[in-house]
């Protein structure tokens, strides 16, 4: 590894001396990724050598492993330049789902005249099942396909740090008016086994997501007495863990007032 970045630095020192000959020893003892073959036909285009500059790109196409943005900027450029808007659009799209994501997505929608978006969408969200699952949350929520958005969400267990999965959450949020049976049991999954001690920040944040289940059941689904008759049986399962109801009661609306009733209907969370 030193070995190579020792390889690389010199030969970056070669290429800003303008040493032609030791520059492309060292150079063609390594091409492997995108970015090694793009330097070198950037080295041929700006030494005026533009036919070999192209060939050396277009190998790198085809035999380059990884790293390809570049490579594929610096052909799609020359490809608009040429006015081969074919070329240029398909080089765009290898862009965009190397890897997909929602915001590459848009791109290439925006670049994409109405006739060309029609071709290539299909194309594209064939793609989205190699996408990491937030992106094609994202993409989903974009295009308004809410029951594919919740579909993701219900394969998914809550996260256990919120603040890694900002956008997940506020896209729970959004559809609970639309699916609250599903965002419901998303929530519960959040609870996890509430049987057993756990330190007080486990407590606190389990509280958290228990407020969101009070919102979906009072609030959304107006079915208060589901609320109660789920509160009350995980608030007398946990009675004597004082930091489990102290947590409760500062995130849970209501909390400290609930109180067993006869006939208390059996409402568990999802297993975990």
């Keep these: 590894m030193d070995g190579d970045w020792h390889i690389d630095h010199a030969r970056r020192i070669y290429r800003q001396l303008g040493d032609r000959e030791k520059y492309l020893e060292l150079r063609q003892r390594k091409l492997i990724t995108g970015t090694d073959y793009f330097d070198l036909a950037d ?85 989205l099942k190699n996408a990491c699952e937030t992106e094609r949350l994202r993409i989903h929520m974009h295009r308004k396909e809410y029951d594919k958005a919740v579909a993701v969400l219900s394969r998914r267990r809550y996260p256990l740090f919120a603040w890694d999965s900002a956008y997940e959450l506020q896209t729970a949020k959004r559809l609970e008016c639309r699916y609250p049976e599903e965002i419901l049991k998303y929530y519960l999954s959040g609870l996890g086994n509430l049987k057993t001690n756990a330190p007080r920040k486990d407590y606190a944040r389990k509280a958290q997501v228990m407020s969101k289940i009070h919102r979906v059941l009072v609030d959304v689904l107006r079915d208060p007495s589901r609320w109660r008759d789920f509160a009350i049986k995980v608030k007398q399962d946990n009675i004597k863990r004082p930091a489990f109801q102290e947590e409760f009661a500062k995130a849970v609306p209501g909390w400290q007032a609930l109180k067993r009733h006869t006939q208390v209907q059996r409402f568990e969370a999802v297993p975990v």
Excluded at 48 to 75: I, S, T, Y
Excluded at 97 to 119: M, N, S
Aim: proline content about 1%; some cysteine.
């Design 43 to 127: 080295f041929h285009w700006k030494a005026g050598e533009k036919q070999k500059a192209m060939e050396v790109a277009e190998k790198g196409l085809r035999q380059g492993k990884g790293r390809m943005d570049e490579l594929r900027q610096f052909v799609a450029k020359r490809a608009k330049s040429a006015g081969n808007r074919e070329r240029y659009l398909a080089l765009q799209f290898e862009q965009a789902i190397d890897p997909l994501t929602c915001d590459k997505y848009k791109a290439f929608r925006k670049l994409c005249a109405a006739a060309e978006w029609k071709h290539y969408e299909a194309k594209i969200l064939t793609r």
